[in-house]
């Protein structure tokens, strides 16, 4: 049994993968289209900001100029964001007390025996305590 829990756990982290992968892809390529109330202007955005689409009825070639012109520089400031964060996040990993703790936790984690019994085991469940929780009751207080 031992021996097919490591094997279980990576077919878990990799279904896990999987799906995590195929929701970044969504969050780049499904788009929702939202449209004024009197239905002159649309727009399709994805997840990400990402404008795909717009129109606006009636438009002159000036004002559809104007309108691509702004949703680029919407989107360039948005990646230009994006990139501001990812450079804040990298100085922060790269902070050696940073690494210190990542290293810390990583190596605990390897050193952490995985125990199915431990996991099965119910003895820090308490049943009484969830259902008062589950109800919205204290456990302190009387019943009803």
């Known amino acids: 049994m031992a021996d097919q829990t490591p094997a279980r756990h ?8 999987d799906e995590t992968e195929r929701v970044h892809a969504a969050i780049g390529t499904r788009t929702v ?5 009197d239905g002159g202007i649309s727009v399709a955005v994805s997840a990400d900001g990402t404008v795909h ?9 000036h004002t559809n100029r104007l309108v691509a012109s702004l949703v680029g520089l919407i989107g360039q400031a948005h990646t230009a964001a994006q990139q501001a964060i990812r450079t804040e996040l990298d100085a922060i990993s790269d902070r050696e007390e940073v690494r210190a703790a990542t290293d810390a936790a990583r190596d605990a984690l390897a050193r952490t025996p995985v125990t199915p019994s431990s996991a099965a085991s119910n003895d820090t469940w308490d049943e009484d305590y969830y259902e008062y ?12």
Do not use: C, H, Q
Request: proline residues 3%.
């Open 33 to 37: 289209t939202a449209t004024s109330a």
């Open 53 to 61: 689409d717009w129109r606006i009825a009636g438009a002159d070639a």
């Open 10 to 17: 990576r077919s878990l982290l990799d279904a896990v993968a």
């Open 133 to 144: 929780e589950y109800r919205g009751k204290s456990r302190i207080a009387a019943p009803e």
